[in-house]
């Protein structure tokens, strides 16, 4: 059974910064694109960044130059590091795969990371 799981969220001051991770276990396809969603209170659930198995990443206007994401292939993870963070920035952050053929989605239980002074 595929499981996500996440870490690396938390409480943090404007301008500060957090790391995510996320690890899949239990994939038996290959593994296509991995990213991290994030959903704010009372919004819908947006991309924050991505990053295709070759490691060519994308990122939603609002945090480029500040987030950058990577993966691991050997360790089935994928890392948001996250600088220069601003309150908006305050959201569940989701992590998510693409598994097989059909790039069947996965989802992490999300991290809460909430930036405030």
């Given amino acids: 059974q595929v499981q996500l799981v996440e870490s690396g969220g938390g409480l943090v001051q404007p301008g500060g910064s957090l790391r995510l991770s996320c690890v899949a276990s239990g994939v038996s396809f290959s593994i296509g694109d991995m990213g991290w969603y994030r959903q704010a209170p009372g919004k819908q659930r947006e991309l924050a960044a991505a990053i295709t198995r070759d490691g060519i990443p994308n990122y939603v206007d609002s945090v480029l130059g500040r987030f950058t994401i990577s ?7 994928v890392y948001l590091q996250m600088n220069s963070l601003k309150p908006e920035d305050t959201a569940v952050y989701y992590c998510n795969v693409k598994l097989g053929y059909y790039d069947v989605d996965f989802w992490g239980q999300g991290t809460q990371v909430t930036v405030t002074s």
């Fill in 71 to 77: 993966r691991d292939n050997a360790k089935n993870t």
